[in-house]
């Protein structure tokens, strides 16, 4: 069959000390993963079951670039995340076996129009517009899970060279094995779909001409440059 137009090629995630990239297939998000970070968000942190959305892999942007201050808000947050790589299918997998589907972890940022966001919460409304916009899914060159476990390592967040999330991986309400368990009952998930599991407390407003790192102990920190609105 012809096409008409050109199929674009996935955005894809370079490999530490690899030449193969990773292609990226879809984009799962957690909502709400810190204790702290549910409280600051208004809500109570509870422990029944994590919740999920999506963003579409066109929203992936690499660790380094500059990007326009995102259209249609007026107030864009910053959400620092480990990033699971998935490399293995898996569907309805325990959670002992759960790491067995992991290809690797990188650092990443869920970008956030926060105002759509809540406005759309307090409507009932999906969250979509607020999550799922170009540029909202940062993602740092990926480390093979044979050279990182996530455990008590810190996680944070600097702007302009000040701290704003500083945490501990062990600080998740659910853990990578149980996020991967829970969201295997709803997805048969396949290598290249990708993990944003959840940002610390801290969370808070870019504004053009800032710059964003964030890091996790063991992992190739990511990095964003916030640039004019267009
Ligand atoms: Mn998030």
Known sequence: MTLLFDLPANPCVPVLGEAAAF????????????AAHAREMGFAPDRDAPFFFTKSAWTICP???????????????????????????????????????????????????RDL?????????????????ENAAVIAPITRAAHFDPREQAIRLTRN?????????????????????????????QPGDLLYTGTPAGVGPIAP?????GTIDGLTPVELAIGAAE
């Open 23 to 34: 292609p990226v297939r879809r984009v799962f998000c957690v909502g709400r993963n810190y």
């Open 209 to 213: 001409g800032d710059r964003l790192a």
């Open 117 to 133: 966001q809540n406005a759309a919460r307090d409507q009932g409304r999906p969250w979509d517009c607020g999550k799922d916009f």
């Open 63 to 113: 660790s380094g670039a500059t990007i326009p201050y995102p259209p249609g808000t007026e107030n864009c947050h910053y959400e620092m995340e480990l990033v699971v790589a998935i490399g293995a299918p898996a569907f309805r997998i325990a959670e002992a076996e759960a790491p067995s589907a992991v290809l690797g972890y990188a650092c990443g940022f869920d970008m956030t129009r």
């Open 161 to 189: 060279g000040t701290v704003k999330q500083d945490a501990r991986l062990s600080d998740m309400i659910f853990s990578v094995p149980e996020l991967i368990a829970c969201l295997s009952a709803f997805y048969h998930l």
